[in-house]
């Protein structure tokens, strides 16, 4: 079973209801027709920078003149 398929039996027995993958889907297709829809595979990432955990400022250049780079996201609290 390909990744695709893997993700997709897994969005498929989460059992949302209708009214939530509705909303999630409009946020998806928002977020495409802006243009803003990420990186591609292999696509460089652009300068920037964010506060860390202890809201030290980071830029990504500095890290990466360090070696490779993993970015996490964390939406919501803790």
Do not use: C, H
Request: no cysteine; charged share 30%.
């Amino acid at each position: 079973m390909s990744l695709k398929e893997k993700l997709a039996q897994f969005d498929a027995s989460r059992n949302r209801p209708p009214e939530v993958v509705a909303v999630i889907r409009r946020g998806i297709a928002q977020v495409r027709e802006s243009g803003a829809a990420g990186l591609r595979i292999g696509e460089p990432a652009p300068d920037f920078e964010l506060p860390n955990q202890r809201g030290e400022t980071v830029r990504l250049s500095d890290r990466l003149s360090r070696g490779p780079v993993v970015l996490s996201f964390y939406r919501g609290v803790w």
